[in-house]
């Protein structure tokens, strides 16, 4: 990542809101004024790099992670102001422009280990294993190979195999999750009412879901947030971030941390709160306190996986939904989204060298020529590569990377385009 860039500074003379960064995104979304998330000086990409490995050879080394107060919770993903923006992880965004959190048990996982005492040892004696396994979560062994998952399914090959536009959009799988309802795959929208959704209750087509109450818990489980962020005249003081498109100022949390808490109660009938009037558009979302103003109905939630396997049941998606959301051709989607969301799946940032200041220089991957003069993403600039040239020539144009570094191009090495 050119870190400096998608930080929110200006960049060689052109203003960050030209620039296709997470603080233009939020100030064209949530009119929040645009300010770097980072101190401007502090943020070049060897900088960052050093830090993340100073950090990781602290924790392989068996220090107990301090960062716990760091990480972002699931319901902060719409804080926009500079103390939110810090979390981690940062400067990186899901596919409707909030930050990325990480999921409850990451989160768990990393606050138990930080309870430890940093002196014990980081590999503590073996404990005999039983004589047999039998895990509660499939899906969460490493090494376990569910039915009907190809290999590079597991978490050992997952890295980029999962981000939406390459292969399918995980958010899909959520939307028939209530018996009777079919869900928008990006917020709470009910866009359909299938022949499993009582005829008294058809009416909700059109309308959102705001909170979903599973047996047993009172407060529920809310299904979007309020977007905070800095007072334009007071950076330090938080208010709620509203436009005429959104005069709520509402968000929609990732399903994958909200509505994992109702899974157990697959088969059930959970009570869920819908907007009293239909909301097709943001604008027509009201701020939703829990009981006012609401319609509640009881739906059942059906299975996450088929029998005992790690398979995705059918109920939840038929043959191409996972897919259908998707930009067709891949290299729409490919060209058109900046590194901030793509940094698994293509580089952004690369041949980078230092410079006489001590600062980075270094090619953006898209770049026709290789000139060490990083050309910040834009669709008019002939510099770049643009839609046409993906569809016709994608494996002339995009180059192989190791170590960070482009390998040789065949027409670079002489070759033919036959010899390789």
Not at 149 to 155: A, I, L, T
Request: charged share 25%; glycine share 6%; net charge negative.
């Amino acid at each position: 990542m050119n870190v400096a860039l998608l930080n929110g500074n200006n960049f060689k003379g052109r203003s960050a809101l030209s620039l296709d960064s997470m603080p233009e995104e939020e100030a064209a979304n949530t009119q929040r004024a645009i300010r770097p998330v980072m101190s401007p000086g502090t943020v070049d990409t060897f900088t960052i790099m050093a830090l993340h490995e100073q950090v990781y050879a602290a924790l392989r080394g068996g220090a107990a992670p301090w960062f716990v107060r760091l990480l972002r919770q699931p319901d902060e993903v719409a804080d926009f102001t500079d103390r939110g923006r810090r979390k981690m992880p940062a400067l990186m965004c899901g596919a409707d422009n909030n930050y990325l959190a990480l999921t409850h048990r990451q989160i768990n996982t990393i606050r138990t280990t930080s309870e430890r005492s940093i002196f014990e040892p980081s590999d503590p004696a073996p404990v005999p294993e039983p004589d047999k396994l039998t895990p509660r979560n499939l899906t969460a062994q490493v090494h376990y190979q569910a039915a009907g998952n190809p290999v590079s399914s597991r978490p050992v090959t997952s890295v980029a195999n999962c981000c939406p536009g390459l292969e399918f959009d995980f958010r899909a799988v959520w939307r028939r999750i209530f018996k009777g309802l079919v869900l928008r795959e990006y917020d709470s929208l009910v866009v359909e009412v299938d022949r499993d959704c009582p005829k008294e209750l058809r009416f909700l087509k059109g309308h959102r879901l705001l909170r979903v109450y599973p047996p047993g818990d009172k407060a529920g489980i809310a299904m979007v947030t309020q977007i905070t962020g800095p007072a334009a005249s007071d950076p330090s003081n938080e208010v709620k971030l509203t436009t005429d498109m959104n005069p709520a100022g509402l968000a929609p949390l990732e399903w994958s941390n909200a509505l994992v808490r109702v899974l157990p109660h697959k088969g059930k009938k959970v009570r869920c709160e819908f907007t009293k009037d239909k909301a097709w558009e943001l604008k027509d979302v009201p701020v939703p306190e829990p009981g006012v103003g609401a319609v509640s109905a009881h739906f059942e939630v059906r299975p996450f996986f088929a029998d005992d396997t790690a398979v995705i049941a059918e109920e939840l998606a038929a043959a191409g939904e996972l897919t259908q959301g998707l930009c067709s051709p891949w290299q729409n989607d490919y060209r058109e989204c900046s590194c901030y969301y793509w940094a698994s799946a293509r580089p952004d940032y690369v041949n980078v060298e230092p410079t006489e200041s001590g600062l980075s220089r270094g090619d953006n991957w898209l770049q026709k020529v290789r000139t060490g003069d990083y050309v910040p993403d834009d669709y008019t600039d002939s510099r770049l590569l643009h839609y046409d040239d993906l569809f016709l020539r994608w494996e002339h144009w995009l180059r192989f990377q190791i170590g960070g570094r482009d390998l040789p191009h065949a027409r670079d090495a002489g070759l033919a385009e036959d010899d390789t």
